[in-house]
């Protein structure tokens, strides 16, 4: 007979379930083969994309770039397929369209703006030495000490010892070359840029055709459960980005035609080519519109630096209007961004790719910020977006 009590054998039972649990407590402690293998191969994989992405930002800017501009021919050719016009003619006929427009608009406006620019080139160097004079000739106020005084390098006073130039004409000619040198080293290399004009194209049809297309590559990305938060996403940052591109042409085109109007009504030389000038530097926020002033306000001092004065308060006056009231209107239930981090995206773009980083950096910024608000803020944290 066996003398083992039923106690015994629960007690024996327990036991043995403990220790089974305590062994795979300690296989649990601590990465397995398989975990270090998957973690390795995860942080190459990141590191080749991110190599890859360095290495082709250009090209992933210019895909970007076309994804824009698709995003804005879909809407027009959403409205002609409304009206029965088969996607596949709607949309190059759009970009047909408004290529051909542009070349014509051009072809009517380049005499003009040819000559003015001729004519900015040979007089901008007067109106600088002349603002210069204006400068020096009050070199104890105020406006003396922050314009003349304090950017004056002992190079400047060599220079204008030996009689060969002034420092205003000197300081400016090395901002703009460094400008140039800086933001434009894609627009120089002009096989480049009429390949990537062509790429920015031929995608803005393509998407343009069949978006749908697309957007179900993309949700392929998405796990499971997430397909329908991710369609939502997507169409969140489309909408946002087709309204931000939008709003920048009617901006650009606004301000290119009220910029000129007003430097007609002041007299002030070469107005067609400033407000020309005024409404491409548009389409890059912040800094455009300080660089398109800085010609028109120096054109001012040919005549006298009250014009200049006048030059400027327009320039201020106008961009405040626009920033304020038509910007708002045409964005109302689009997205908004922090000037302050707005300024930050725009600088750490062009410090990194340049020109078109710079381009680039506002709209990227708004994707970024429309898929934050959504994956994060309302999912992670659970809270309300704010308005």
């Known amino acids: 007979m066996s003398n083992s009590r039923p106690g015994d054998e629960d007690g024996g039972v327990q036991v043995a379930q403990s220790d089974r649990r305590s062994r795979v407590r300690r296989r649990r402690v601590g990465w397995t083969n398989g975990d270090i293998l998957r973690t390795a191969a995860l942080v190459i994989a990141m590191y080749l994309f991110v ?17 824009l501009f698709g995003l804005a021919v879909s809407s027009g050719v959403d409205r002609l397929a409304d009206r029965g016009l088969p996607r596949g003619i709607g949309a190059p006929l759009i970009v047909i369209v408004s290529l051909g427009l542009l070349v014509g608009f051009g072809a009517w406006l380049a005499p003009t703006i040819h000559q003015q620019t001729i004519e900015i080139e040979h007089r901008l160097p007067d109106a600088l030495d002349r603002a210069d004079e204006w400068v020096n000739a009050r070199q104890g106020s105020l406006i003396g000490i922050l314009l003349g005084e304090v950017g004056e390098t002992p190079a400047d006073s060599a220079q204008v010892a030996a009689g060969n130039t002034s420092p205003l004409r000197q300081r400016v000619s090395a901002i703009f070359g460094n400008v140039s040198r800086f933001f434009f080293p894609f627009l120089s290399q002009t096989v480049e840029f009429f390949a990537s ?96 002033s800085l010609p028109a306000i120096a054109m001012g001092f040919l005549d006298s630096p009250e014009k200049a004065l006048w ?4 320039y201020v006056a106008v961009h405040f209007v626009e920033s304020h009231m038509l910007i708002p209107l045409l964005m109302k239930g689009g997205i908004n961004l922090p000037p302050a981090l707005t300024i930050l995206a725009q600088a750490l773009m062009a410090l990194i790719l340049g020109f078109i980083g710079l381009m680039c950096a506002v709209p990227l910024l708004a994707a970024t910020m429309v898929a934050v608000r959504m994956l994060y803020v309302e999912r992670v944290v659970n809270e309300p977006a704010p308005a």
Do not use: C, N
Not at 54 to 65: K, P, Q, S, Y
Not at 311 to 314: G, H
């Open 51 to 67: 190599r890859v992405l360095w290495f082709a930002h250009l090209l992933f800017l210019v895909a970007f770039l076309g994804i």
């Open 197 to 292: 004009i062509v790429i920015i194209l031929f995608m803005s049809i393509y998407i343009a055709v069949d978006p749908e297309l697309y957007r179900r590559g993309m949700m392929a990305l998405f796990p499971t459960g997430w397909h329908q938060r991710g369609g939502e996403v997507l169409s969140s940052m489309a909408a946002v980005l087709r309204k931000w591109f939008l709003t920048q042409l009617i901006a650009m085109v606004t301000l290119g035609v009220v910029t000129t109007v007003i430097l007609a009504l002041l007299h002030v030389k070469a107005a067609v080519a400033l407000g020309v000038l005024a409404g491409l530097l548009e389409f890059i926020p912040t800094v455009g519109p300080i660089l398109s």
């Open 311 to 314: 030059v400027l308060i327009a």
